[in-house]
């Protein structure tokens, strides 16, 4: 079974700083791809950044970037400049095996103080 | 729409009670995913369709569990019987195609409340 961990419940940044969310899998393929996806309290969820595991660079969306550690299974996330619109649960995922469905992370908290 | 729209956004229903939950999908998206949250919790998979066919139902948690998308566009998840631990709320997605590269679009989310 593909398992997908996020061993921070919650973090805290404060407003203009740098913060790294962890996350890490399992997975027996070579090629696949990972996401981050964000949660506000309104509960819709949007993508924030995907990263295709062939590639070596590790993906950037403005002041967003992964850290992607193959060999290690380990993708985790580091958001620059925080800003209190980040405040959310943030979730990492992976497709799984069949492809068919994402395999979501427990989550992590993240607030923003002024 | 330019979104998923799911309705209600809010459901209270008293436990033996059946509730139909609705997901209006992006225009053109081919698959359409269901997911169930738990409070504090990820997102668990339930189901996966492509167009009208129902290709994974292997998330669903019972026979009490039943979803259907008959013309490849809105989709309905019913739960009969409710139980209180079917209180969660309940993630509709989207995509254009397979999912497996490509961004899902969530929408808003049902909350089911079993009393």
């Known amino acids: 079974a593909q398992t997908v961990t996020q061993s921070q419940p919650e973090m805290s940044v404060q407003e203009a700083e740098t913060v790294t969310l962890s996350c890490t899998y399992d997975t027996s393929e070579s090629d696949y791809y990972l996401f981050w996806y964000k949660q506000p309290p309104s509960r819709q969820m949007i993508l924030v950044i995907r990263q295709e595991a062939y590639k070596q660079q590790n993906a950037t969306e403005n002041r967003f970037s992964v850290n992607f550690q193959k060999a290690a299974k380990s993708f985790s996330l580091k958001i620059s400049d925080s800003q209190l619109g980040d405040a959310a649960m943030y979730f990492c995922?992976?497709?799984?095996?069949?492809?068919?469905?994402?395999?979501f992370g427990g989550g992590t908290r993240l607030m923003v103080k002024p | 729409g330019a979104g998923v729209s799911q309705s209600p956004r809010y459901k209270v229903a008293k436990r033996g009670q059946d509730v139909a939950l609705r997901c209006d999908p992006i225009s053109g998206h081919v698959s359409l995913f269901w997911y169930q949250q738990a409070l504090g919790q990820g997102p668990e998979f339930l189901t996966y369709f492509q167009n009208e066919a129902q290709l994974d139902k292997s998330g669903l948690p019972s026979d009490r569990f039943f979803a259907e998308r008959p013309e490849g566009s809105v989709s309905t998840l019913k739960i009969q019987r409710t139980q209180q631990e079917d209180s969660a709320v309940y993630l509709c997605a989207s995509s254009l195609a397979g999912h497996n590269t490509g961004e899902l679009f969530f929408g808003e989310g049902s909350r089911l409340t079993v009393l």
């Open positions: 995922a992976y497709p799984g095996n069949a492809g068919n469905m994402l395999t």
